[in-house]
Protein backbone atom coordinates (compact mmCIF):
# COMPACT_ATOMS: atom_id res chain seq x y z
CA UNK A 1 0.00 0.00 0.00
CA UNK A 2 1.60 3.61 -0.67
CA UNK A 3 0.30 6.83 -1.36
CA UNK A 4 -0.17 7.97 -5.42
CA UNK A 5 0.67 11.71 -6.38
CA UNK A 6 -1.45 11.98 -9.87
CA UNK A 7 -0.57 14.53 -12.21
CA UNK A 8 -3.90 16.48 -13.24
CA UNK A 9 -5.15 20.03 -14.44
CA UNK A 10 -8.08 22.41 -13.51
CA UNK A 11 -11.13 21.64 -14.55
CA UNK A 12 -13.88 24.25 -15.00
CA UNK A 13 -17.04 24.69 -13.49
CA UNK A 14 -16.42 23.61 -10.09
CA UNK A 15 -17.60 26.55 -8.07
CA UNK A 16 -19.76 25.38 -5.43
CA UNK A 17 -23.24 26.91 -5.36
CA UNK A 18 -25.92 27.61 -2.80
CA UNK A 19 -25.19 23.52 -1.34
CA UNK A 20 -22.00 22.48 -2.23
CA UNK A 21 -21.02 21.36 -5.99
CA UNK A 22 -23.73 19.75 -7.91
CA UNK A 23 -23.45 18.38 -11.35
CA UNK A 24 -24.53 15.54 -13.55
CA UNK A 25 -23.28 11.82 -12.26
CA UNK A 26 -21.85 11.14 -15.56
CA UNK A 27 -20.05 14.56 -14.84
CA UNK A 28 -19.02 13.50 -11.29
CA UNK A 29 -17.90 10.34 -12.61
CA UNK A 30 -15.48 11.51 -15.53
CA UNK A 31 -11.84 11.40 -15.42
CA UNK A 32 -10.02 12.89 -12.59
CA UNK A 33 -13.52 15.42 -11.48
CA UNK A 34 -13.99 14.05 -7.98
CA UNK A 35 -10.43 13.38 -7.06
CA UNK A 36 -9.91 16.84 -8.51
CA UNK A 37 -12.83 18.50 -6.12
CA UNK A 38 -11.46 16.61 -3.21
CA UNK A 39 -8.34 17.88 -3.49
CA UNK A 40 -9.14 21.43 -3.65
CA UNK A 41 -11.23 20.63 -0.37
CA UNK A 42 -8.35 19.66 1.11
CA UNK A 43 -6.18 22.19 -0.14
CA UNK A 44 -8.94 25.22 0.49
CA UNK A 45 -9.03 24.47 3.89
CA UNK A 46 -5.32 24.19 4.45
CA UNK A 47 -4.79 20.21 4.44
CA UNK A 48 -6.61 17.78 6.59
CA UNK A 49 -3.25 16.28 8.22
CA UNK A 50 -3.76 15.02 11.51
CA UNK A 51 -8.11 15.79 11.40
CA UNK A 52 -10.94 13.96 11.98
CA UNK A 53 -13.67 13.81 9.13
CA UNK A 54 -17.02 12.71 9.18
CA UNK A 55 -18.44 10.92 5.81
CA UNK A 56 -22.01 10.31 4.54
CA UNK A 57 -24.12 10.29 1.63
CA UNK A 58 -27.91 9.61 0.96
CA UNK A 59 -26.89 6.58 -0.69
CA UNK A 60 -27.68 7.65 -4.04
CA UNK A 61 -25.90 6.09 -7.24
CA UNK A 62 -21.95 6.65 -7.03
CA UNK A 63 -22.13 7.50 -3.44
CA UNK A 64 -20.34 4.38 -2.13
CA UNK A 65 -17.68 4.31 -5.03
CA UNK A 66 -17.03 7.80 -4.07
CA UNK A 67 -16.51 7.52 -0.18
CA UNK A 68 -14.14 5.22 -0.93
CA UNK A 69 -11.96 7.76 -3.06
CA UNK A 70 -12.58 10.24 -0.36
CA UNK A 71 -11.20 7.74 2.30
CA UNK A 72 -8.30 6.78 -0.27
CA UNK A 73 -7.54 10.86 -0.38
CA UNK A 74 -8.28 11.52 3.47
CA UNK A 75 -5.57 8.50 3.93
CA UNK A 76 -3.10 9.57 1.59
CA UNK A 77 -3.23 13.71 2.71
CA UNK A 78 -2.50 12.27 6.59
CA UNK A 79 -6.10 12.15 7.89
CA UNK A 80 -6.33 10.72 11.52
CA UNK A 81 -9.52 9.68 11.48
CA UNK A 82 -12.41 9.60 9.16
CA UNK A 83 -15.93 8.24 10.63
CA UNK A 84 -18.84 7.22 8.17
CA UNK A 85 -22.16 5.96 8.77
CA UNK A 86 -22.51 2.65 7.91
CA UNK A 87 -22.40 1.55 3.87
CA UNK A 88 -21.59 5.64 3.22
CA UNK A 89 -24.71 6.18 4.48
CA UNK A 90 -25.94 9.65 6.33
CA UNK A 91 -28.56 11.82 6.38
CA UNK A 92 -27.33 15.58 5.80
CA UNK A 93 -28.57 16.34 9.33
CA UNK A 94 -27.48 13.32 11.38
CA UNK A 95 -23.75 14.28 9.56
CA UNK A 96 -24.19 17.67 11.11
CA UNK A 97 -24.81 15.94 14.97
CA UNK A 98 -21.86 13.63 14.11
CA UNK A 99 -19.76 16.75 13.42
CA UNK A 100 -20.74 18.47 16.38
CA UNK A 101 -21.27 15.57 18.88
CA UNK A 102 -17.38 13.80 17.99
CA UNK A 103 -15.68 17.69 18.02
CA UNK A 104 -14.26 16.23 14.37
CA UNK A 105 -12.47 19.08 12.38
CA UNK A 106 -15.33 19.24 9.09
CA UNK A 107 -17.53 16.53 7.23
CA UNK A 108 -18.27 15.43 3.43
CA UNK A 109 -21.47 14.97 2.40
CA UNK A 110 -22.30 13.06 -0.90
CA UNK A 111 -25.77 14.45 -1.99
CA UNK A 112 -27.52 16.64 -4.53
CA UNK A 113 -30.04 17.27 -2.13
CA UNK A 114 -33.75 16.78 -3.51
CA UNK A 115 -32.54 16.22 -7.23
CA UNK A 116 -32.85 12.84 -9.12
CA UNK A 117 -30.21 10.29 -8.60
CA UNK A 118 -29.00 7.52 -11.16
CA UNK A 119 -26.68 7.28 -13.38
CA UNK A 120 -28.72 10.20 -15.77
CA UNK A 121 -29.27 12.03 -12.44
CA UNK A 122 -27.29 14.23 -10.34
CA UNK A 123 -24.61 13.96 -7.56
CA UNK A 124 -23.06 16.24 -5.55
CA UNK A 125 -20.20 16.84 -2.78
CA UNK A 126 -20.49 19.05 -0.15
CA UNK A 127 -18.27 20.33 2.77
CA UNK A 128 -19.56 21.38 6.20
CA UNK A 129 -17.13 22.89 8.69
CA UNK A 130 -16.30 21.98 12.09
CA UNK A 131 -19.61 23.51 13.92
CA UNK A 132 -21.47 21.00 11.80
CA UNK A 133 -22.75 23.65 8.80
CA UNK A 134 -22.33 24.13 5.26
CA UNK A 135 -19.14 25.84 4.72
CA UNK A 136 -19.59 29.73 4.82
CA UNK A 137 -19.03 32.00 1.22
CA UNK A 138 -15.08 32.40 2.76
CA UNK A 139 -14.09 28.35 2.99
CA UNK A 140 -15.94 27.78 0.07
CA UNK A 141 -14.44 30.31 -2.12
CA UNK A 142 -10.83 28.93 -1.05
CA UNK A 143 -12.15 25.53 -2.60
CA UNK A 144 -12.73 27.58 -5.45
CA UNK A 145 -9.50 29.15 -6.02
CA UNK A 146 -7.99 25.83 -5.13
CA UNK A 147 -9.77 24.27 -8.24
CA UNK A 148 -8.17 26.91 -10.25
CA UNK A 149 -4.91 26.34 -9.58
CA UNK A 150 -4.53 22.29 -8.59
CA UNK A 151 -1.82 20.54 -10.42
CA UNK A 152 -1.75 17.23 -8.44
CA UNK A 153 -3.67 15.10 -5.60
CA UNK A 154 -2.67 12.28 -3.51
CA UNK A 155 -4.44 8.97 -3.17
CA UNK A 156 -4.02 5.78 -1.43
CA UNK A 157 -3.43 2.74 -3.49
CA UNK A 158 -5.66 0.15 -1.90
CA UNK A 159 -8.49 -2.23 -1.77
CA UNK A 160 -12.20 -1.11 -0.63
CA UNK A 161 -12.97 -0.67 2.79
CA UNK A 162 -15.85 -3.00 3.68
CA UNK A 163 -18.13 -0.25 5.12
CA UNK A 164 -21.19 -2.38 5.66
CA UNK A 165 -18.89 -3.82 8.96
CA UNK A 166 -19.13 -1.45 11.95
CA UNK A 167 -16.14 -1.04 14.10
CA UNK A 168 -12.62 0.95 12.87
CA UNK A 169 -10.76 -0.46 10.08
CA UNK A 170 -7.53 0.97 8.92
CA UNK A 171 -6.26 2.48 5.62
CA UNK A 172 -2.29 3.21 5.99
CA UNK A 173 -2.13 5.08 9.37
CA UNK A 174 -5.94 6.11 9.18
CA UNK A 175 -8.59 5.10 10.96
CA UNK A 176 -11.52 4.58 9.37
CA UNK A 177 -15.46 4.36 12.30
CA UNK A 178 -17.92 2.79 10.75
CA UNK A 179 -20.70 3.88 13.08
CA UNK A 180 -24.70 2.97 12.76
CA UNK A 181 -25.97 6.25 10.77
CA UNK A 182 -29.33 6.37 13.09
CA UNK A 183 -28.17 5.87 16.83
CA UNK A 184 -26.61 9.04 17.46
CA UNK A 185 -29.24 11.31 15.77
CA UNK A 186 -32.13 9.31 17.37
CA UNK A 187 -30.46 9.75 20.55
CA UNK A 188 -30.29 13.77 20.05
CA UNK A 189 -34.52 13.79 18.82
CA UNK A 190 -34.79 11.81 22.08
CA UNK A 191 -33.31 14.29 24.24
CA UNK A 192 -35.26 17.54 22.38
CA UNK A 193 -38.83 16.25 22.12
CA UNK A 194 -41.15 14.06 24.59
CA UNK A 195 -40.29 10.88 23.35
CA UNK A 196 -43.33 9.65 25.91
CA UNK A 197 -46.09 12.30 25.11
CA UNK A 198 -45.66 11.11 21.48
CA UNK A 199 -45.95 7.46 22.20
CA UNK A 200 -49.35 8.32 24.20
CA UNK A 201 -50.56 9.99 20.79
CA UNK A 202 -49.70 7.23 18.65
CA UNK A 203 -51.28 4.57 20.99
CA UNK A 204 -54.38 6.75 21.12
CA UNK A 205 -54.72 5.83 17.60
CA UNK A 206 -53.22 9.08 15.96
CA UNK A 207 -52.29 7.70 12.34
CA UNK A 208 -49.09 8.77 10.18
CA UNK A 209 -47.74 8.61 7.02
CA UNK A 210 -44.25 9.21 6.18
CA UNK A 211 -42.98 9.15 2.70
CA UNK A 212 -38.76 8.60 2.86
CA UNK A 213 -39.40 8.87 -1.24
CA UNK A 214 -36.74 6.22 -1.51
CA UNK A 215 -34.34 8.00 0.29
CA UNK A 216 -32.09 8.44 3.07
CA UNK A 217 -35.26 9.29 5.98
CA UNK A 218 -36.67 5.90 5.83
CA UNK A 219 -33.79 4.29 7.78
CA UNK A 220 -34.60 7.20 10.18
CA UNK A 221 -38.12 7.59 10.25
CA UNK A 222 -38.95 4.00 10.57
CA UNK A 223 -36.27 3.37 13.58
CA UNK A 224 -37.75 6.07 15.50
CA UNK A 225 -41.70 6.34 14.22
CA UNK A 226 -42.25 3.54 14.31
CA UNK A 227 -39.89 1.28 16.71
CA UNK A 228 -39.81 3.80 19.13
CA UNK A 229 -43.19 5.49 19.40
CA UNK A 230 -44.80 3.29 18.33
CA UNK A 231 -46.60 4.68 14.78
CA UNK A 232 -48.61 1.81 13.41
CA UNK A 233 -46.40 -0.78 11.00
CA UNK A 234 -46.18 0.40 7.45
CA UNK A 235 -46.64 4.34 8.68
CA UNK A 236 -43.59 5.02 6.44
CA UNK A 237 -43.94 4.31 3.02
CA UNK A 238 -40.53 4.31 -0.17
CA UNK A 239 -38.76 3.53 3.32
CA UNK A 240 -35.93 1.91 1.54
CA UNK A 241 -33.13 4.30 0.31
CA UNK A 242 -32.74 3.34 -3.87
CA UNK A 243 -29.58 4.46 -5.65
CA UNK A 244 -32.31 6.17 -7.82
CA UNK A 245 -34.60 7.02 -5.39
CA UNK A 246 -37.02 4.87 -7.31
CA UNK A 247 -36.73 6.90 -10.26
CA UNK A 248 -38.98 9.67 -8.46
CA UNK A 249 -37.82 12.83 -7.53
CA UNK A 250 -37.05 13.26 -4.01
CA UNK A 251 -38.20 16.63 -3.25
CA UNK A 252 -40.88 16.59 -0.51
CA UNK A 253 -43.46 19.16 -1.85
CA UNK A 254 -47.30 19.00 -3.23
CA UNK A 255 -45.85 18.19 -7.01
CA UNK A 256 -43.23 15.55 -6.19
CA UNK A 257 -44.87 14.16 -3.57
CA UNK A 258 -48.62 13.99 -4.87
CA UNK A 259 -49.31 10.35 -4.10
CA UNK A 260 -49.30 11.71 -0.50
CA UNK A 261 -51.07 14.98 -1.07
CA UNK A 262 -53.41 12.69 -3.15
CA UNK A 263 -54.04 10.17 0.29
CA UNK A 264 -53.91 13.70 2.43
CA UNK A 265 -56.90 15.16 0.53
CA UNK A 266 -59.28 11.89 0.11
CA UNK A 267 -61.72 10.77 2.59
CA UNK A 268 -59.69 8.42 4.66
CA UNK A 269 -56.90 10.66 5.09
CA UNK A 270 -54.23 9.79 8.18
CA UNK A 271 -54.08 12.62 10.83
CA UNK A 272 -50.55 13.71 9.98
CA UNK A 273 -48.48 13.46 6.44
CA UNK A 274 -44.52 14.26 6.04
CA UNK A 275 -42.27 13.49 3.77
CA UNK A 276 -38.48 14.23 3.33
CA UNK A 277 -35.99 15.02 0.63
CA UNK A 278 -32.75 12.52 -0.83
CA UNK A 279 -30.30 13.45 1.80
CA UNK A 280 -32.88 14.29 5.09
CA UNK A 281 -32.93 17.89 5.29
CA UNK A 282 -35.94 18.74 4.15
CA UNK A 283 -39.34 18.56 5.11
CA UNK A 284 -43.20 18.71 3.99
CA UNK A 285 -45.99 18.81 6.81
CA UNK A 286 -49.38 18.16 5.69
CA UNK A 287 -53.04 17.86 8.09
CA UNK A 288 -55.63 16.45 7.06
CA UNK A 289 -56.96 18.47 4.12
CA UNK A 290 -54.27 21.22 4.23
CA UNK A 291 -51.39 21.51 2.92
CA UNK A 292 -48.79 23.99 5.39
CA UNK A 293 -46.42 26.02 3.35
CA UNK A 294 -42.91 25.91 4.74
CA UNK A 295 -43.11 29.37 5.40
CA UNK A 296 -46.60 28.95 7.64
CA UNK A 297 -44.75 25.94 9.19
CA UNK A 298 -41.83 27.73 10.60
CA UNK A 299 -43.98 30.19 12.03
CA UNK A 300 -46.27 28.16 13.77
CA UNK A 301 -43.48 26.29 15.29
CA UNK A 302 -42.35 29.42 16.32
CA UNK A 303 -45.63 30.18 17.82
CA UNK A 304 -45.81 26.66 19.86
CA UNK A 305 -42.04 25.99 20.72
CA UNK A 306 -41.74 26.14 24.08
CA UNK A 307 -44.65 23.16 24.01
CA UNK A 308 -41.29 21.32 23.18
CA UNK A 309 -39.15 20.69 26.29
CA UNK A 310 -35.68 21.29 24.74
CA UNK A 311 -37.24 24.87 23.67
CA UNK A 312 -39.12 25.36 26.67
CA UNK A 313 -37.39 28.43 28.29
CA UNK A 314 -38.16 30.39 24.72
CA UNK A 315 -36.26 31.48 21.81
CA UNK A 316 -32.94 33.52 21.53
CA UNK A 317 -34.28 34.29 18.31
CA UNK A 318 -35.77 33.39 14.51
CA UNK A 319 -34.20 33.51 11.32
CA UNK A 320 -35.57 32.96 7.52
CA UNK A 321 -34.11 33.61 4.01
CA UNK A 322 -35.25 36.68 2.28
CA UNK A 323 -37.84 34.75 0.05
CA UNK A 324 -39.41 32.88 2.82
CA UNK A 325 -43.01 34.77 3.85
CA UNK A 326 -43.04 36.91 6.87
CA UNK A 327 -45.70 34.94 8.85
CA UNK A 328 -42.62 34.21 11.56
CA UNK A 329 -41.75 37.76 11.93
CA UNK A 330 -44.98 38.77 13.23
CA UNK A 331 -44.79 35.67 15.50
CA UNK A 332 -41.47 37.20 16.86
CA UNK A 333 -42.56 40.55 17.01
CA UNK A 334 -45.34 39.35 19.25
CA UNK A 335 -42.83 37.20 21.40
CA UNK A 336 -40.49 39.97 21.58
CA UNK A 337 -37.55 38.33 20.09
CA UNK A 338 -35.41 38.80 17.26
CA UNK A 339 -35.90 38.23 13.51
CA UNK A 340 -32.99 37.42 11.07
CA UNK A 341 -33.39 37.81 7.00
CA UNK A 342 -30.93 36.18 5.75
CA UNK A 343 -30.07 35.11 1.97
CA UNK A 344 -30.86 31.89 0.45
CA UNK A 345 -28.80 29.33 1.72
CA UNK A 346 -28.72 27.53 5.27
CA UNK A 347 -25.14 28.58 5.71
CA UNK A 348 -26.39 32.10 6.71
CA UNK A 349 -27.58 31.07 9.67
CA UNK A 350 -24.55 29.36 11.04
CA UNK A 351 -23.10 32.37 12.76
CA UNK A 352 -26.37 33.46 14.31
CA UNK A 353 -27.10 29.98 15.85
CA UNK A 354 -22.94 29.96 16.59
CA UNK A 355 -23.81 33.59 18.45
CA UNK A 356 -26.57 32.61 20.18
CA UNK A 357 -28.95 34.93 18.71
CA UNK A 358 -31.07 32.35 16.53
CA UNK A 359 -32.68 29.23 18.06
CA UNK A 360 -35.05 28.46 14.99
CA UNK A 361 -35.41 29.51 11.29
CA UNK A 362 -36.45 28.13 8.21
CA UNK A 363 -36.93 28.71 4.33
CA UNK A 364 -39.35 28.27 2.01
CA UNK A 365 -37.44 25.78 0.16
CA UNK A 366 -38.80 23.01 2.43
CA UNK A 367 -36.49 23.41 5.56
CA UNK A 368 -36.75 24.01 8.88
CA UNK A 369 -34.33 23.78 11.62
CA UNK A 370 -32.78 24.61 14.90
CA UNK A 371 -29.42 25.13 16.88
CA UNK A 372 -29.65 21.42 17.38
CA UNK A 373 -27.36 20.79 14.67
CA UNK A 374 -26.58 23.27 11.77
CA UNK A 375 -28.22 21.60 9.33
CA UNK A 376 -32.20 22.05 7.87
CA UNK A 377 -33.53 19.09 9.74
CA UNK A 378 -36.78 16.96 8.10
CA UNK A 379 -37.65 14.35 10.31
CA UNK A 380 -36.73 16.84 13.49
CA UNK A 381 -39.68 19.10 11.74
CA UNK A 382 -41.94 16.24 11.75
CA UNK A 383 -41.25 15.45 15.27
CA UNK A 384 -41.85 18.86 16.51
CA UNK A 385 -45.24 19.39 15.15
CA UNK A 386 -46.32 15.78 16.33
CA UNK A 387 -44.87 17.36 19.94
CA UNK A 388 -46.97 20.05 19.52
CA UNK A 389 -50.57 18.31 18.29
CA UNK A 390 -49.64 15.53 21.40
CA UNK A 391 -49.76 18.67 23.70
CA UNK A 392 -52.62 20.66 22.20
CA UNK A 393 -54.90 17.92 21.02
CA UNK A 394 -55.18 19.22 17.96
CA UNK A 395 -55.91 18.94 14.26
CA UNK A 396 -52.79 20.47 11.82
CA UNK A 397 -56.12 22.72 10.34
CA UNK A 398 -57.42 23.70 13.93
CA UNK A 399 -53.98 24.91 14.66
CA UNK A 400 -53.49 26.46 11.53
CA UNK A 401 -56.52 28.27 11.21
CA UNK A 402 -56.25 29.51 14.91
CA UNK A 403 -52.71 30.85 14.04
CA UNK A 404 -53.94 32.65 11.20
CA UNK A 405 -56.59 34.44 12.94
CA UNK A 406 -53.95 35.18 15.82
CA UNK A 407 -51.25 36.78 13.50
CA UNK A 408 -53.16 36.66 9.77
CA UNK A 409 -52.52 34.82 7.30
CA UNK A 410 -49.45 35.30 4.94
CA UNK A 411 -50.96 33.54 1.53
CA UNK A 412 -47.82 32.09 -0.11
CA UNK A 413 -46.60 30.71 -3.78
CA UNK A 414 -43.67 30.28 -5.88
CA UNK A 415 -43.57 30.10 -9.20
CA UNK A 416 -40.59 28.47 -10.83
CA UNK A 417 -39.53 28.69 -14.66
CA UNK A 418 -37.33 26.09 -14.76
CA UNK A 419 -34.33 25.08 -17.48
CA UNK A 420 -34.72 28.80 -19.51
CA UNK A 421 -31.89 30.24 -21.25
CA UNK A 422 -29.42 31.83 -19.13
CA UNK A 423 -28.36 34.91 -20.85
CA UNK A 424 -32.87 35.47 -21.32
CA UNK A 425 -32.96 35.13 -17.10
CA UNK A 426 -29.79 37.18 -16.94
CA UNK A 427 -31.64 39.87 -19.12
CA UNK A 428 -34.44 39.66 -17.13
CA UNK A 429 -32.77 40.34 -13.81
CA UNK A 430 -30.33 42.86 -15.51
CA UNK A 431 -33.14 45.21 -16.58
CA UNK A 432 -35.54 44.82 -13.65
CA UNK A 433 -32.62 45.61 -11.25
CA UNK A 434 -31.53 48.75 -13.57
CA UNK A 435 -34.91 49.75 -13.15
CA UNK A 436 -35.63 49.67 -9.13
CA UNK A 437 -34.74 53.02 -7.95
CA UNK A 438 -37.93 54.50 -10.35
CA UNK A 439 -40.52 52.09 -8.88
CA UNK A 440 -41.49 53.47 -5.42
CA UNK A 441 -44.44 55.14 -5.55
CA UNK A 442 -45.23 53.71 -9.09
CA UNK A 443 -48.52 51.48 -9.59
CA UNK A 444 -48.16 48.12 -11.37
CA UNK A 445 -51.68 46.04 -11.99
CA UNK A 446 -52.81 48.08 -9.24
CA UNK A 447 -50.80 47.82 -6.61
CA UNK A 448 -48.57 50.69 -4.74
CA UNK A 449 -44.93 50.01 -4.54
CA UNK A 450 -43.32 51.11 -1.30
CA UNK A 451 -39.91 49.54 -1.84
CA UNK A 452 -37.49 47.95 -4.53
CA UNK A 453 -34.12 46.75 -3.97
CA UNK A 454 -31.49 44.00 -4.53
CA UNK A 455 -31.04 42.16 -1.56
CA UNK A 456 -27.57 42.26 0.11
CA UNK A 457 -27.33 41.39 3.88
CA UNK A 458 -24.57 42.30 6.38
CA UNK A 459 -23.70 39.92 8.51
CA UNK A 460 -23.96 40.99 12.17
CA UNK A 461 -21.40 38.48 13.24
CA UNK A 462 -18.47 38.47 11.24
CA UNK A 463 -19.51 41.69 9.39
CA UNK A 464 -19.36 40.34 6.15
CA UNK A 465 -21.51 41.55 3.13
CA UNK A 466 -23.43 39.33 0.59
CA UNK A 467 -24.67 41.39 -2.21
CA UNK A 468 -27.26 40.65 -5.16
CA UNK A 469 -29.74 37.74 -3.44
CA UNK A 470 -32.86 38.61 -5.45
CA UNK A 471 -34.70 41.66 -6.21
CA UNK A 472 -37.38 42.21 -3.76
CA UNK A 473 -40.62 44.96 -4.31
CA UNK A 474 -43.08 45.53 -1.59
CA UNK A 475 -46.51 46.73 -2.54
CA UNK A 476 -48.63 48.74 -0.31
CA UNK A 477 -50.46 46.54 2.74
CA UNK A 478 -47.82 44.19 2.85
CA UNK A 479 -47.64 41.93 -0.34
CA UNK A 480 -45.03 41.22 -1.87
CA UNK A 481 -42.97 39.94 -4.64
CA UNK A 482 -39.56 38.17 -5.08
CA UNK A 483 -37.37 37.72 -8.30
CA UNK A 484 -33.95 35.29 -7.97
CA UNK A 485 -32.36 32.97 -9.97
CA UNK A 486 -31.73 29.58 -8.30
CA UNK A 487 -28.69 28.51 -7.24
CA UNK A 488 -28.88 25.01 -7.37
CA UNK A 489 -30.02 24.20 -10.93
CA UNK A 490 -27.92 22.22 -13.46
CA UNK A 491 -29.23 22.29 -16.42
CA UNK A 492 -29.64 26.20 -18.05
CA UNK A 493 -31.45 28.93 -14.99
CA UNK A 494 -34.34 28.84 -13.07
CA UNK A 495 -36.09 31.75 -11.94
CA UNK A 496 -37.74 31.86 -9.11
CA UNK A 497 -41.06 34.00 -8.49
CA UNK A 498 -41.67 34.38 -4.94
CA UNK A 499 -45.12 35.59 -4.18
CA UNK A 500 -46.60 36.94 -0.90
CA UNK A 501 -49.74 38.80 0.48
CA UNK A 502 -51.19 39.64 3.67
CA UNK A 503 -54.81 39.24 5.11
CA UNK A 504 -56.51 39.48 8.66
CA UNK A 505 -60.00 38.52 7.14
CA UNK A 506 -60.03 36.13 4.40
CA UNK A 507 -58.53 33.48 5.92
CA UNK A 508 -59.45 30.19 3.66
CA UNK A 509 -58.88 31.19 0.40
CA UNK A 510 -57.09 29.47 -2.07
CA UNK A 511 -53.76 30.80 -2.72
CA UNK A 512 -53.40 31.24 -6.20
CA UNK A 513 -56.88 33.19 -5.80
CA UNK A 514 -55.41 35.38 -3.09
CA UNK A 515 -52.64 36.13 -4.71
CA UNK A 516 -53.88 36.93 -8.33
CA UNK A 517 -52.90 40.63 -7.72
CA UNK A 518 -49.57 40.49 -6.93
CA UNK A 519 -48.87 37.47 -9.69
CA UNK A 520 -50.37 40.39 -12.37
CA UNK A 521 -48.37 42.82 -11.09
CA UNK A 522 -44.67 40.39 -10.94
CA UNK A 523 -45.76 39.74 -14.79
CA UNK A 524 -46.03 43.64 -15.52
CA UNK A 525 -42.65 44.56 -13.86
CA UNK A 526 -40.53 41.97 -15.04
CA UNK A 527 -42.04 40.36 -18.48
CA UNK A 528 -42.00 36.91 -17.59
CA UNK A 529 -44.15 35.73 -20.61
CA UNK A 530 -42.07 37.47 -22.74
CA UNK A 531 -38.52 37.16 -22.04
CA UNK A 532 -38.50 33.26 -20.66
CA UNK A 533 -41.14 32.44 -23.94
CA UNK A 534 -43.35 30.51 -21.48
CA UNK A 535 -47.10 30.84 -21.05
CA UNK A 536 -46.90 29.47 -17.82
CA UNK A 537 -44.77 28.78 -14.75
CA UNK A 538 -43.10 25.17 -15.08
CA UNK A 539 -43.70 24.34 -11.42
CA UNK A 540 -46.32 25.86 -8.74
CA UNK A 541 -45.90 25.04 -4.50
C1 LIG B 1 -30.54 24.19 -0.98
C2 LIG B 1 -30.08 24.84 0.28
C3 LIG B 1 -31.17 25.67 0.86
C4 LIG B 1 -31.68 26.66 -0.14
C5 LIG B 1 -32.04 26.00 -1.44
C6 LIG B 1 -32.31 27.06 -2.46
O1 LIG B 1 -31.56 23.30 -0.71
O2 LIG B 1 -29.68 23.86 1.21
O3 LIG B 1 -30.69 26.32 2.00
O4 LIG B 1 -32.82 27.32 0.32
O5 LIG B 1 -30.97 25.20 -1.87
O6 LIG B 1 -32.26 26.55 -3.72
P1 LIG B 1 -32.31 27.48 -5.00
O7 LIG B 1 -32.45 26.50 -6.10
O8 LIG B 1 -33.53 28.35 -4.84
O9 LIG B 1 -31.03 28.29 -5.03
ZN1 LIG C 1 -31.67 18.26 0.95
Same mark, same amino acid.
Given at each position: ???????????????????????????????? &? #??????????????????????? =???????????????????? /?????? @?????? #? #?? %???????????? !?????????????????????????? !??????????? /????????? @??????????? @???????????????????????????????????????????????????????? %????????????? =???????????????????????NPI??????????????????????????????????LYVTPSD??A???????? @???????????????PTSKA?????????????? %??????????????????????E??????????????????? &????? #???????????M???W???GRNYYSRHDY???????????????????? !?????TVAGLTIT???????????????????GIRIGFEGGARVVLR??????????LRVYLETVDTENLHMDAQEALAPVIAAAEELA?IK?????AAPDVIT
Open positions: MSIQTVATQPIAGQKPGTSGLRKTTPEFQAHH &F #LENFIQSIWNGIGGVKDRTLVLG =GDGRHFNAEAAQVVLRMAAA /SGARRV @IVGRNA #L #LS %TPAASNLIRKRR !ADGGIILSASHNPGGPEGDFGVKYNT !ANGGPAPENVT /SKIFEATKT @ISEYAIFVSHD @IDLSKLGEHRLGDMVVEVVDPVADYAALMQKIFDFDALRALFQGGFRIRFDAMHAI %TGPYATAILEDQL =GAQRGSVINGTPLPDFGKGHPDPWAKPLMDEMMGPDAPDFGAASDGDGDRNMVVGRGSLALAANATL @IPAYAGGLQGVARSMVDRVAQALGIECFE %TPTGWKFFGNLMDAGRCTLCGESAGTGSDHVREKDGLWAVL &FWLNI #LAKRQISVADLAEHAKYEGVDATAANALMDDLRSRLA !ALPGTSADDFAYDDPIDGSRTEAQLSGTGTVGATGDRTGR
